[in-house]
């Protein structure tokens, strides 16, 4: 019963750098893992970004493993995807998910998530 809002996407250059942002509501926000996965056209949805229930563990994909970070401020049940080096390969709507257990956040364990927001990098 959570409730999952992202925001922060746009357009930008490649290069440039957006923070993205999520708001949960509904449930117990502190320990859950939290994530963000993308969707690109015509493909399937990836995982991007994991962090545990505490913020102590973080887990990338190989392609945003350097560039991309993410983090949590568990007091304003909020998770965030700060994006730098942006390539246009990171284009994709992406997406918060919570995991469908306290305590977890391996890349399996998300079965919650928000709208999406749009994120579109220009050569």
């Known amino acids: 019963q959570v409730q999952l809002v992202e925001s922060g996407g746009g357009l930008v250059q490649a290069g440039g750098s957006l923070r993205l942002s999520c708001a949960a509501s509904g449930r117990i926000f502190s320990t859950y893992g939290m994530g963000w996965f993308r969707q690109a056209p015509g493909k399937e949805r990836e995982f991007v970004a994991a962090?545990?229930?505490?913020?102590?563990?973080?887990d990338y994909v190989d392609s945003v493993r350097g560039r991309f970070t993410i983090s949590r401020d568990n007091a304003r049940n909020m998770v965030y995807l700060q994006m730098n080096s942006l390539k246009p390969e990171d284009t994709a709507v992406y997406y918060c998910a919570q995991s469908r257990a306290p305590y977890t956040s391996s890349r399996g364990s998300f079965g919650s998530w928000g709208q999406g927001t749009q994120v579109t990098v220009s050569s």
């Open positions: 962090i545990t229930w505490n913020g102590l563990t973080t």
